[in-house]
Each structure stands twice: as C-alpha cells, then as structure tokens.
C-alpha cells in the first residue's frame, strides 16, 4: 500500500498573515472574515492571526514578498477582488496579481495561497464572498491549514 502524506484541518501555534487589499472592500471585508472564521474554528487564536491591509490587489505581491522575508508566518493567505470593468485595466491587475502570488507561492519556503477573486461582475463577487458560491476566504484558510501542515510532514517524512 503507497505511504499518502497529506495535511490536517486543524493547527496549533502558528502564526498566520492574511494579506488582503482595501480596494473592493465590499468584498474582501467578507474575505476576510470567513478566513479568520476558518483560522479559529481549526485551532488558532486571535493573536496568531495578523491581517495586512494594501491599497489593492497590485500591490499584494510586493507586500508578502517582504512579508515572507521577515520569517515570522508559518503561512500567508492573499485575498483581493478585481471586478472587470470597461477598460483593460482588469486584465493587467489580475494578471500581474496572480502572477506575483504565484512566483511567490513557488519560492517561498511556506506556502502562500491565492485567495484574489476575479470576476467580471459585482454579483459574482458577492456570491463568491460568502453568498451563493460560499466564502473563497474560508476556503483559502482551510487550504493554508492543510498545506502548513503538508509542508511539515513532507520534511518529517
């Protein structure tokens, strides 16, 4: 029978950033308390948890960059919402967003995930920020928690 190595749900004394842009804050507010929702039902407490603010999903990338730098999260959750409107604007800032959080996300020796809604309506956004579609923030914290404790179990291993 192969040896599956996988990560848990749950977590205990680590230290989390959520990175999280202010522009749309209609929905990374929600964003954000659905992550932290997740965070404390899987084990950790409020002082555990720090939120970073930027002005908008550009500047994510840049901000977990020094973030990762500073060693002192066990893992980081980038949450954004860039909304397509009439211009081309909306293509260069979630491209240059996820391809920022991507590189990140491959070098960082913690993992980083990429919790930046694209979407091309207000409507989307909000089913996806905890209406119909859920709340990706959840769902972005409980991909940290399994991935945080992925990583430590592929180094015991």
Do not use: W
């Not at 192969?2 to 999280?20: D, F």
């Not at 929702?37 to 994510?60: C, K």
């Not at 999260?73 to 996820?98: K, M």
């Not at 990140?104 to 989307?124: C, E, Y």
């Amino acid at each position: 029978m192969p040896n599956y190595i996988e990560g848990t749900l749950s977590i205990q004394n680590a230290r989390v950033c959520l990175v999280v842009s202010r522009f749309n804050s209609l929905i990374t507010d929600k964003l954000v308390e659905g992550a932290v929702d997740a965070l404390l039902r899987s084990g950790l407490s409020d002082n555990e948890i720090d939120v970073v603010r930027v002005p908008g999903s550009f500047e994510i990338p840049s901000t977990t960059s020094r973030i990762i730098a500073s060693g002192k999260y066990n893992g980081i959750i980038c949450l954004g919402a860039v909304i397509r409107g009439d211009t081309p604007h909306f293509d260069y800032v979630s491209a240059e967003s996820i391809k920022g959080i991507a590189h990140l996300s491959l070098h960082a020796n913690i993992p980083v995930i990429m919790g930046v809604l694209t979407t091309d309506t207000l409507d989307q956004a909000l089913d996806r920020a905890g209406a119909k579609a859920g709340n990706k923030g959840f769902e972005a914290a409980r991909s940290l928690i399994e991935m945080i404790n992925l990583y430590k179990n592929i180094l015991v291993k």
